[in-house]
């Protein structure tokens, strides 16, 4: 038995994995209950209307518009995002101080990033909207709270990470700690960090996309307007414009991190 | 009438675009064989034996194994049955225990239904346990095989062959990622157990040393030619200066 | 700062264009946005701290916290019970999202890694691999940039409330992010073993079982983990349109005002998140 064990670790868990999907499984009430009466119809309609999204000039119009401001969301947020994360992240990688509070803070400031990563943007988003009512900054901070926890804790890691032998050279320079992280550690860390925000930055656009549904603007807005009135070519339209920016901005991103890395 | 060789060229050549690797090599190797192929580096070891392998196709000339074209070769448990192959330890499936490693050199006997069987119950247990055993290795049937040493991996490598037991074994610099002490350990186990199950062996090699202490004949490549092929006690210091002298001044002369 | 750190690395790297390209890119569009947002969509800043919006913040944190509510929903037991249903809700629909997901992906990346579609995997290449590799490809594409929200509101449509639609939407959106990241790990595999399973005599089959799968799962059990944290992350946005769990009770009671069981359902939603996010780590490092 032990032996079976032994030769068997990996599998094991795996199949523990895969019975833990399969008791999922007997959760859901199968059966014909699970679909609308029209759900049928409703398909072949969406379908159809895939091959036939609503070209018109007024539609298009509408799309770039909102294209834009899903964009100029996900960039002012992000904006924010980076601002925050610079400052949490050098706070949380503990390289200003040292002594005795230093495991204080940094744990605790790796708490917070970590909060503030573990809510998604669209609860913030909902709760932002409670709080001061629908603004663009709503969103924005929306954006910029999880990201910014997200990129602080990833700066943090690489900050950490950086070569030793150049920030020694730079210390017996007399170099103070603040030119050390301004010549020493931003410069070492830089190329990996713009690398891992430009990655972020694709995953921003498709979140801004969705702040609509709080009842702020852009593409997400516009699908769901559509939705509603059941114009499914509409739909389409505006769902292959938010493809196009994320394609774009991943194809951006994707290249510069090539460049930056290689 | 002497017996069929094992493999038999004539007039062998290998072209990559305008240069040729390997140009009309002619030689035959009898059954029993313990071969050292040596020879600067881009000498065309590597293609000689991928083309002894059957893997490669030569551009030129003819080449038989067994007194037989490479086409009869057709099924690939014919080919198991022939040629074994082992190079560098990165050979192994490295997150799989290494008893499945050992029994890899059973797939080609295998119908599917027991090599699937035998991902949960081990077939032909004892095999890999006596092969593991020759090997020294009896203890670590069951670890992950990318935990073990270098050395250790090319033991599991020289199990899979043992329980393979194809008639002509090909090492493609099997030790070259090794210490010495831990080469000459592979080496010399390797000849030994070719020698037990009486097969052929074909092995390229770095080091000269190795190739002197425990082999009986020496292909020497330079240049994708033959630069001598010689039982092993009739190689010369002499010829063995010649064979690297150049390349060394060459090799020298690219890293500055 | 970001400008510093775009010169330091424009002046190190041998050709600069395509950087100093992206840096401009990126200053015009951080410029452009904050116009758009400032003077065209006119909000602004200030006006958010207004006497009337801090006086409107504070009652609504205050609501939150419970403070002057007469029955805050955290000292009853009947709202905790619930809240508990929920979260057992929400963390059955993220298994059943990351397991239709990996049954997708599973069934297409093969074909949808590079070196099977070139022959190289497999060591044998049939006409129409390249098609399918492309068909694929594009399907990965576009099932990752749809958000979950948006494949949630489509889905809503044909199935009725409940955790599968949720799970269903969260799978859509995670099938093509897990292709994607599977196919990488395939076309990163190191060919070395599995030449050598072919010269011991193994046939396809047995190459895929004793090289190709046990070489790869290790990363792709990895990554499913990882992309099991992001859905559970995800669940309560996709119950936002009526797809069950924690979502849909969060959005009936911000729209009943009754925000004390807001806090409650966050608190519940906070907890899923950091055990998911041990059990994960626990998992990964058990798989190593």
Not at chain 3, 195 to 204: H, I, M, N, T, V
Request: glycine share 6%.
């Amino acid at each position: 038995m032990q032996k079976f064990v032994d030769l068997h670790k990996r599998n094991l868990l795996s199949g523990l994995l895969i019975l833990v999907f399969v008791w999922s499984l007997f959760s859901v009430n199968w059966g014909p209950d699970l679909f609308h009466s029209g759900g049928k119809h409703t398909i072949l309609q969406m379908v159809k209307s895939f091959f036939q999204p609503d070209l018109s000039p007024e539609i298009l119009q509408l799309a770039v518009t909102s294209a834009w401001r899903t964009l100029a969301y996900a960039v002012t947020g992000m904006t924010l995002a980076i601002l925050l994360a610079v400052v949490l992240g050098v706070l949380a990688s503990g390289i200003l101080y040292n002594g005795k509070q230093r495991i204080w803070v940094k744990s605790s400031l790796r708490g917070l990033l970590g909060f503030m990563r573990a809510i998604h943007e669209l609860v913030w988003a909902w709760l932002f909207v409670a709080a001061v009512g629908l603004s663009p900054f709503a969103a924005i901070f929306a954006i910029a709270i999880p990201y910014g926890g997200i990129l602080g804790r990833i700066f943090a890691d690489m900050l950490n990470d950086v070569k030793p032998e150049p920030i020694q050279a730079l210390q017996s320079n007399g170099a103070s700690r603040l030119q050390l992280l301004c010549y020493g550690y931003f410069p070492l860390a830089a190329a990996d960090m713009i690398s891992y925000t430009m990655y972020r930055f694709e995953c921003a656009i498709r979140s801004s996309a969705i702040m609509s549904f709080v009842g702020l603007g852009g593409l997400g807005y516009q699908i769901h307007l559509s939705l509603d009135d059941l114009k499914y070519h509409e739909v389409w339209t505006f769902i292959f414009f938010l493809i196009g920016l994320v394609i774009l901005v991943d194809l951006w991103s994707r290249f510069l991190r090539k460049r930056l890395v290689s | 009438m002497s017996p069929t060789p094992v493999f038999e060229l004539k007039n062998i050549s290998k072209y990559y675009g305008e240069v040729s690797s390997l140009s009309s090599l002619s030689f035959r190797i009898d059954r029993g064989e313990v071969v050292a192929l040596i020879g600067p580096s881009g000498a065309g070891k590597t293609t000689l034996l991928n083309i002894l392998s059957a893997m490669l196709p030569p551009d030129d000339g003819t080449f038989f194994i067994d007194g037989k074209p490479v086409s009869s070769l057709t099924s690939r448990r014919q080919r198991a049955r022939k040629l074994g192959i082992i190079r560098q330890q990165f050979d192994l499936v490295g997150p799989l225990p290494v008893v499945h490693n050992v029994l890899a050199g059973r797939l080609g006997e295998w119908s599917l239904f027991k090599s699937l069987l035998s991902y949960l119950f081990l077939q032909d247990k004892e095999l890999a346990m006596h092969a593991l055993h020759r090997v020294g290795l009896k203890d670590k049937i069951y670890e992950k095989t990318a935990h073990l040493s270098g050395g250790e991996q090319q033991r599991v490598a020289l199990a899979r062959l043992l329980v393979q037991k194809p008639e002509v074994i090909l090492a493609d610099e099997p030790v070259s990622s090794l210490d010495p002490a831990r080469a000459e350990d592979i080496i010399g186990m390797l000849v030994r157990l070719v020698k037990e199950e009486n097969q052929t062996l074909i092995a390229s090699l770095h080091s000269v040393d190795l190739a002197r202490k425990y082999f009986t004949r020496i292909i020497a490549l330079r240049d994708g030619q033959i630069f001598f092929d010689l039982p092993v006690d009739q190689v010369t210091s002499q010829q063995l200066s010649d064979l690297y002298k150049i390349m060394e001044m060459k090799e020298d002369a690219e890293v500055c | 700062m970001n400008a510093q750190v775009e010169h330091e690395t424009k002046t190190t790297r041998r050709r600069p264009g395509f950087i100093a390209f992206s840096f401009l890119l990126a200053v015009t569009l951080i410029a452009a946005s904050w116009i758009y947002i400032l003077f065209v969509e006119e909000a602004s800043l200030f006006a958010l701290f207004s006497e009337k919006n801090l006086e409107h913040t504070r009652e609504f944190l205050f609501s939150m916290m419970g403070i002057g509510v007469e029955e805050p929903a955290f000292f009853s037991k009947e709202s905790w019970m619930n809240a508990l249903r929920l979260t057992y809700e929400t963390l059955v629909m993220s298994i059943l999202a990351i397991g239709f997901s990996v049954i997708g992906m599973v069934l297409t990346v093969i074909p949808a890694s590079a070196n099977y579609a070139d022959g190289t995997l497999m060591l044998a290449k049939k006409w129409y691999s390249r098609l399918v590799y492309g068909v694929i490809r594009i399907l990965y594409v576009f099932s990752r940039a749809v958000p979950e929200l948006i494949w949630a509101m489509l889905i809503i449509f044909i199935f009725k409330p409940g955790i599968l639609p949720g799970a269903v939407a969260l799978a859509l959106h995670n099938f093509g992010i897990l292709g994607k990241l599977c196919a990488e790990v395939i076309e990163d595999l190191d060919m070395r073993p599995i030449r050598s399973l072919a010269s011991s005599g193994a046939g396809k089959t047995q190459i895929l079982i004793y090289g190709i799968i046990p070489m790869v799962m290790p990363k792709f059990i990895t990554y499913i983990l990882y992309r099991w944290e992001v859905i559970i992350r995800t669940t309560i946005v996709v119950g936002f349109v009526g797809a069950g769990g924690l979502g849909q009770q969060f959005k009936l009671s911000m729209s009943w005002f009754h925000y004390t069981e807001v806090t409650l359902l966050l608190i519940s939603y906070f907890i899923l998140v950091v055990l998911s996010d041990f059990i994960s780590e626990m998992l990964r490092k058990a798989v190593q």
